[in-house]
């Protein structure tokens, strides 16, 4: 029997619903921060941060993303139920960028590269000296987790099966 034991097992993620799910069949386990204007745009943030793998490596376990056309060369995917961005793909393309945050497993993926710095905010890259809170601890959210969850620890899990 062959020794298997070099292909790593499959990242999955999906969206915060939990309907939009994804399984990726890679190797890959570096990824970027994309800083351009249409990322930031698209995610809401300061920066996108991608994996980015050949398409076929990519399957679509849950529900299947909307895809929204966000220039001539390009489209983004999105969970059309919460609205959480998941993919980028050229329209000429073999490859597509998985945002890492929508990994189960984020911290699999190091980060390698800065890619659009012309486009970083700089001063959010430098936090030293700012004020630094659990979310567990901070009273007004931990006030309504315990009073609608109970002892369930805070998280997308527990509020998933709510």
């Known amino acids: 029997m062959p020794d298997d034991s070099s292909t790593p097992a499959p990242l999955e993620g999906g ?3 939990g309907r939009t799910r994804y399984a990726l069949h890679t190797a890959q386990r570096e990824g970027y921060f994309c800083h351009c ?3 930031q ?3 809401g943030n300061l920066f996108a941060p991608w994996v980015n793998v050949a398409a076929g490596e990519l399957r679509w376990t ?3 993303p909307q895809w929204y056309r966000s220039s001539k060369i390009a489209e983004r995917a999105f969970c059309p139920r919460c609205g959480t961005p998941l993919a ?3 329209l000429d393309g ?3 960028d998985l945002s890492i945050g929508s990994l ?3 911290e699999q993926i190091a ?3 800065h890619f659009a710095v012309e486009s970083r905010v700089q001063r959010w890259f430098e936090p030293q000296g700012l004020t630094q809170t659990r979310l567990d601890t901070f009273a007004p959210i931990a006030e309504r987790w315990q009073k609608n969850y109970g002892d369930a620890p805070p998280g997308v899990d527990t509020a998933r099966r709510s």
């Open 41 to 43: 745009l698209a995610f």
């Open 88 to 90: 980028f793909r050229f």
């Open 104 to 106: 189960d497993h984020p």
């Open 37 to 39: 204007r249409m990322c």
């Open 94 to 96: 073999d490859r597509v």
């Open 15 to 17: 969206c915060l619903c």
């Open 111 to 113: 980060p390698v590269e």
């Open 62 to 64: 849950g529900e299947t």
